[in-house]
């Protein structure tokens, strides 16, 4: 297994441990007591934590392991994510390293799959865009017209023409404008959005 960054909150003591097995000579281990933001692997003892902060955790889009002693009242009280992994006191040291192996697996094929846009998933292999629960299919043209205007700050018809319809002339022109009018129709219709794409000075803007 290729390097991992592992952060532990909550739990010092665990920490201490971990960092003894030789079975973890490929994981990278921090301890916290909270993480503003992060890119890795998250372990969590809910025991331990502020209450408030655990929201904050279970909505991103990051594999988390909790560590608890009452799985049912975290199962009833919070949504856990498809990358959330729920353990109960005490844990299998080998089983918690085959679980950081799926996680990780699972998550990679995903972020090469989809797309994290604000509160929307996109998938670009199913052509898919989801927000709570909901699904929409989109179009070829139009899951490129999201993700060109996603990667940029802002950008103008001419731009749009030129790197989603290759081209820029009469006819392409009217196809950008009937493929938006569609995708905002079928977001709003769906998911009640009215501002999933804005137009400001010129400029086109996601979200």
Do not use: C
Not at 3 to 22: A, M, R, W
Not at 141 to 151: A, R, S, T
Request: no cysteine; aromatic share 12%; hydrophobic share 40%.
């Amino acid at each position: 297994m290729q390097n991992t960054s592992l952060h532990i909150l909550g739990s010092k003591t665990f920490y201490q441990l971990v960092k003894e097995f030789d079975i973890f000579a490929n994981v990278d281990f921090e301890y916290h007591f909270q993480v503003e933001s992060h890119k890795s692997f998250l372990v969590i003892f809910i025991d331990n934590l502020q209450k408030n902060l655990i929201h904050r955790y279970l909505d991103l889009y990051t594999p988390i392991i909790i560590i608890t002693n009452n799985t049912d009242t975290i199962k009833k009280n919070y949504k856990m994510s498809n990358f959330t992994v729920l353990l109960k006191q005490p844990i299998e040291i080998n089983n918690f390293l085959e679980i950081i192996k799926i996680l990780k697996s699972k998550f990679q094929y995903f972020q090469n799959s989809e797309i994290i846009l604000k509160n929307y998933i996109l998938n670009l292999n199913k052509k898919v865009i989801e927000k709570n629960s909901k699904l929409l299919k989109l179009t070829e043209l139009e899951v490129k017209l999201i993700i060109f205007i996603k990667n940029s700050k802002g950008v103008t018809k001419n731009m749009i023409l030129k790197n989603v319809w290759s081209q820029k002339n009469i006819l392409e022109s009217h196809a950008f404008e009937t493929t938006l009018h569609r995708l905002r129709k079928k977001i709003k219709h769906r998911f009640n959005d009215v501002n999933f794409i804005n137009q400001k000075d010129g400029m086109y803007y996601l979200l």
